[in-house]
């Protein structure tokens, strides 16, 4: 990859210990995959983040962030390791109240999503079922039966 420095460096780097460059060779396809997606409604999935979210928040989200911090996390540090981190960190040193915390967080962890999705909607092969449909639940029960027992 002409355009990645690191592995520019690296090809240098085995082409001069072994005095020429390598053979390239091209990847064959070793196996067969079968990719199953699975994917909902907008309105359904939000309902599930912000569910998740709640359990989460019963569960001591909140009392874990507190005890990194005790145990010499700081609140700089939290911020970096990421999405909840940054917001529970907000929360805390009272940046933000609860209820724009939970806002918040529905927010980015939604967005996330979204682009978690587009990015796998790029791979073709994938074959999208919606979990909430029996209907569609059952085709992926074939589907994957016809690619473990082919005839």
């Not at 040193?93 to 609860?98: E, L």
């Not at 979990?131 to 029960?141: D, E, G, R």
């Amino acid at each position: 990859d002409k355009n990645n420095p690191v592995r520019l460096i690296r090809a240098i780097e085995i082409a001069k210990a072994l005095g020429k460059v390598p053979k390239l060779t091209t990847a064959s396809k070793k196996f067969d995959v079968l990719k199953i997606g699975l994917d909902m409604p907008d309105e359904k999935l939000k309902a599930r983040i912000a569910k998740r979210l709640d359990e989460r928040m019963q569960k001591g989200m909140l009392k874990e962030a507190k005890n990194l911090h005790a145990s010499g996390l700081s609140w700089r540090r939290m911020r970096e390791l990421g999405l909840e981190y940054r917001e529970m960190a907000d929360l805390l040193t009272q940046k933000q109240t609860k209820e724009e915390f939970i806002t918040r967080l529905n927010f980015d962890i939604w967005h996330y999503a979204k682009r978690q999705r587009q990015w796998f909607r790029r791979d073709k092969t994938i074959v999208w079922f919606n979990p909430l449909k029996k209907s569609s639940a059952n085709s992926a029960i074939v589907q994957a039966q016809k690619f473990i027992f082919p005839q």
